[in-house]
């Protein structure tokens, strides 16, 4: 696919706050000589993409300019690539016209979107187009949501029984903020939950054979075991995407589904019960016009001073980490299913500042996972998440080789 085309890949959103984390990933892994390729920045505007390009100390680097509201330069700046990095968010406002443009001018894609409306109408709408033009759309491939389906992923191939279900805990260190536009998504990623249920209706996907036993139930505020911390039951985008996957490699490979849930935890209960005001809160205004329209002209006001136009410091993004711990529980093969599961393992993904430094080395991995592992990928192109995508790839070894993420299986 990459014949006659001028880049292997193609960063778009440069100009924007993650759009440089992601250039600057490129970039080093250019200079220190770790990886040679052709690619280019892109955005709408020169001007702000040349200052972007001093900003960043990137130099030798070919610039193209693509505008979400330009069809024709969006296809212009697709077929002179064989891969785009999308960075262009919010996704659901502007996402789509990428998508389309990458598919009518047969180049592949990832981006960094957690947008689970979004990504699952990419999948109803463009599914098949994609397989028919041989592209693959791969979404989801930054935080959102590579620790915890490839984590997922990584578990299942090691569990040595059975696999029932899988609880997966987020804690985050010394996170100093975030920016204006990271936080526009997260609203946009909350409020279409209407869309979302009648897009599922409209699918007639049969239920996934889960096991019948499920996890005992928690309550939306809970202490947890585990990691023991107080935990809330909190559906990231985590959870539909490590559905999707399950749901292809089901339907593809023969493997069993199993439960999954996601918790993010709190450094006390009072912080727990904090947060469950204020997320309650936020969850009433965003689903009005006028409280979306408010929480979007005063970010700093309604993110608890955490999201501003400059995003934190880089020194602050430095002290920042995260971590991911998935407890699978399930039966080795001897066990009488009428009992409690007997078996246990635990996977832990442990990385960097997780919304821009460990995202970019996510994204660019997942990139050039695409670009030089087509074989070990799904036969056909089409609307993929990243376990789907990458599960038979070296995408983990790729991952840990950037020194930013690293996944440990711990048995119990």
Not at 35 to 52: C, E, H, I, P, Y
Not at 54 to 79: P, T
Not at 203 to 229: A, C, I, T
């Amino acid at each position: 696919m990459s014949s006659g085309r001028d880049y292997d890949l193609i960063v778009f959103g440069f100009s924007g706050y993650t759009g440089k984390f992601v250039a600057e990933e490129v970039y080093r892994l250019q200079t220190e000589g770790k990886r040679s390729l052709t690619w280019a920045v892109a955005g709408r505007n020169m001007d702000k993409l040349k200052q972007s390009m001093r900003d960043s100390g990137i130099e030798n680097v070919d610039v193209v300019v693509a505008d979400v509201s330009d069809e024709a330069s969006l296809e212009a700046m697709c077929a002179r690539t064989t891969v785009l990095l999308n960075c262009v968010g919010p996704f659901q406002l502007y996402g789509e016209a990428v998508v389309k443009a990458c598919i009518n001018k047969k180049c592949n894609y990832v981006d960094i979107t957690g947008e689970t409306y979004f990504m699952e109408k990419m999948e109803a709408e463009y599914g098949e187009k994609a397989k028919e033009a041989g592209v693959y759309i791969v979404n989801a491939c930054a935080f959102d949501c590579i620790p915890n389906d490839i984590g997922a992923l990584v578990l299942q191939k090691a569990f040595p029984g059975e696999l029932v279900y899988t609880d997966s805990y987020l804690s985050t260190k010394n996170t100093g903020g975030f920016h204006t536009g990271t936080w526009e998504s997260f609203l946009y990623s909350i409020r279409n939950v209407k869309e979302l249920s009648k897009l599922r209706r409209e699918q007639h996907k049969s239920p996934l054979p889960l096991p019948e036993r499920k996890p005992s139930k928690r309550f939306f505020l809970n202490y947890s075991d585990v990691v023991h911390k107080w935990c809330l039951l909190f559906p990231l985008p985590d959870r539909s995407v490590v559905y999707r996957s399950q749901r292809y490699r089901y339907e593809n490979e023969n493997v069993p589904p199993y439960h999954f849930r996601t918790f993010f935890c709190l450094a006390s209960l009072i912080q727990a019960i904090f947060i469950t005001f204020f997320f309650a809160l936020l969850m009433l205004l965003v689903a009005t016009n006028f409280g979306l329209k408010l929480m979007i002209k005063f970010p700093r006001l309604f993110s608890g001073g955490m999201a501003s136009e400059k995003g934190a410091t880089r020194k602050q993004l430095e002290k920042a980490s995260f971590t991911v711990t998935l407890q699978g529980v399930g039966y080795d093969e001897h066990a009488d299913r009428n009992k409690p599961p007997n078996l246990k393992l635990l996977v832990k993904v442990r990385g960097a500042e997780p919304g821009y430094i460990a995202t970019s080395a996510m994204v660019v991995q997942s990139a050039l996972t695409l670009l030089d592992e087509r074989d070990a990928m799904p036969k056909n192109g089409g609307v993929y998440t990243p376990a789907a995508a990458f599960a038979n790839t070296n995408i983990v070894n790729n991952l840990e080789g950037t020194g930013k993420i690293r996944f440990e299986v711990v048995p119990l």
